[in-house]
């Protein structure tokens, strides 16, 4: 079964700092990864996804994610936090693609310091 | 596009009750999704349809919990009866053909006391 670790239940950074949120997954064929987030009372928005291809995925709001398959690895990264970033933040491998639903880890907590 | 539409967005009700939440997908979507974000559990794949046919259920935790999609355009999700660890965030989810990505709605914020 598929399953996905987020180790980081809480992060706290500076403005302007630079950000790498972790996630782990464990899937039996080529994953597809996919980073969420979602802001206090907020569904869930898109942040990037992986299927196939380059291993760096550009996405919105200025994040980036790489894949690293022998570390079963999606981890999450922005150069430079801004204070509207604070917000909970989900790593999710699909299921079928995505076409069976996805799995999500408990999410991150992110704190924005001024 | 509206984007998914759940309604309603907070539902408080007491034990034993029934309650029932709406999705509308986004339109041309084909497979749609329920989940339960819980602070215990997170979030949890209830159901899901693809062309209005329920293909996979074994997420929905009880017999209480029923879904339905009559139509491309709308599904629900029963709770009959409710019991207070029902309370939760209920998020409906859609998908369109090929793609791999699902967009989620406001959820509906489930109490029950």
């Known amino acids: 079964a598929q399953s996905v670790t987020q180790p980081d239940i809480h992060i706290t950074v500076s403005e302007g700092a630079s950000l790498e949120l972790r996630c782990n997954y464990s899937?039996?064929?080529?994953?597809?990864l996919f980073w969420y987030v979602q802001s206090p009372g907020q569904g869930l928005q898109l942040l990037l996804k992986?299927?196939?291809?380059?291993?760096l995925v550009q996405g919105i709001k200025g994040f980036e994610a790489e894949f690293k398959r022998s570390q079963s690895s999606f981890n999450l990264r922005k150069p430079s936090v801004h204070w509207s970033d604070a917000a909970e933040y989900f790593c999710a491998v699909g299921r079928g693609g995505g076409a069976d639903g996805l799995t999500f880890g408990k999410g991150t907590h992110l704190i924005i310091q001024p | 596009d509206a984007g998914v539409i759940q309604s309603p967005r907070h539902e408080v009700t007491e034990m034993g009750q029934e309650v029932t939440l709406r999705c509308k997908p986004i339109?041309?979507?084909?497979?749609l999704f329920w989940y339960r974000q819980t602070m215990m559990r997170g979030l949890e794949l209830l159901i899901y349809?693809?062309?209005?046919?329920?293909?996979?259920d074994s997420g929905m935790p009880e017999d209480r919990f029923s879904a339905k999609m009559p139509n491309a355009s709308f599904s629900t999700l029963k709770i009959q009866p409710s019991e207070p660890r029902d309370s939760a965030v209920y998020f409906c989810?859609?998908?369109?053909?090929?793609?791999?990505?699902?967009?989620f709605g406001p959820g509906t914020r489930l109490t029950v006391t």
């Open positions: 992986y299927f196939s291809g380059d291993t």
């Open positions: 339109s041309g979507h084909n497979s």
């Open positions: 989810a859609s998908r369109g053909q090929g793609a791999g990505e699902q967009y």
């Open positions: 899937y039996g064929a080529t994953p597809y």
């Open positions: 349809f693809n062309n209005n046919v329920p293909i996979d």
